[in-house]
């Protein structure tokens, strides 16, 4: 059974910084893809970060040069460093590993102004 389970959300300003972690069993984030995906109120839920088998690290325009998205193998998590965040970023944010139909529960992000 594969279980992903997300944490470090939470409340912070806009500018500051939070770090999503997601935490997998029955799978191994290494050999596989991996990303996170956020939906904010309203809204379908879109891309933030992904690497790919093929080796390739993909960001929404809106992540490039304030998210990092890395990988422990050691822990076999998968880490999400937000830094300058904006209102904008507000979301739940998912762990997947893509092409699996795996999913975390999400852990909200809430950036006030």
């Known amino acids: 059974q594969v279980q992903l389970v997300e944490s470090g959300g939470g409340l912070v300003q806009a500018g500051g910084s939070l770090r999503l972690s997601c935490a997998a069993s029955?799978?191994?984030?290494?050999?596989?893809?991996y990303g996170w995906y956020r939906q904010a109120p309203g809204k379908q839920r879109e891309m933030v970060a992904v690497?790919?088998?093929?080796?390739?690290?993909n960001y929404a325009a809106s992540a490039k040069g304030r998210f990092t998205l890395s990988r422990d193998n050691a822990k076999n998590t998968v880490d999400l460093q937000m830094n300058n965040l904006k209102p904008e970023d507000t979301a739940v944010y998912y762990c997947?590993?893509?092409?699996?139909?795996?999913w975390g529960q999400g852990t909200q992000v809430t950036v006030s102004t």
């Open positions: 029955g799978i191994n984030f290494s050999g596989n893809a």
């Open positions: 997947h590993v893509p092409p699996f139909p795996y």
């Open positions: 690497y790919s088998t093929g080796g390739i690290l």
